[in-house]
């Protein structure tokens, strides 16, 4: 967490919650491809091995703040995992925990889909993203 995600109150506003969630997903998933330096291993990677051409776009989230996180100087516990797979969508699911007294502060998901980039079309999942994807799924 940083000083500015503050909002008025003390608490990380929400705008930056958005954020935190981006970042878990990145780092569990990998970047888009040509995103950032190449080197760094996601734990699966999902979103830099797409085909040429592809975009992982977010279609929704859904975010509950269960209880304020309040600001601390050491990071936010971020669990992701892995919810409903079907045909060309997926989603995400995120429970952000507070550092200090490991209470959740936020429960959220994210639903993506994979996108061609010339024709806006929705693609399919392939086999071997869905096969990536099992063992995360809860």
Known sequence: MRWGDMDAYGHINNVQIVRIL???RIAAFGPPRGAGQPGVEPVV????????????LVVDHKI????TLEYRNVPA???????????ASFDIHYRIKDPVTGEDCVKASSHLAFVDNSTGQVRRLTPLQKERL?????
């Open 45 to 56: 990677s999902l979103f830099n091995d797409l085909p040429e051409g592809t975009m992982a």
């Open 22 to 24: 981006e970042e878990a």
């Open 64 to 67: 509950r703040y269960v209880r």
């Open 134 to 138: 099992g063992p995360y799924v809860q």
């Open 77 to 87: 516990k971020v669990q992701v995992w892995i919810g409903a797979v079907k045909g």
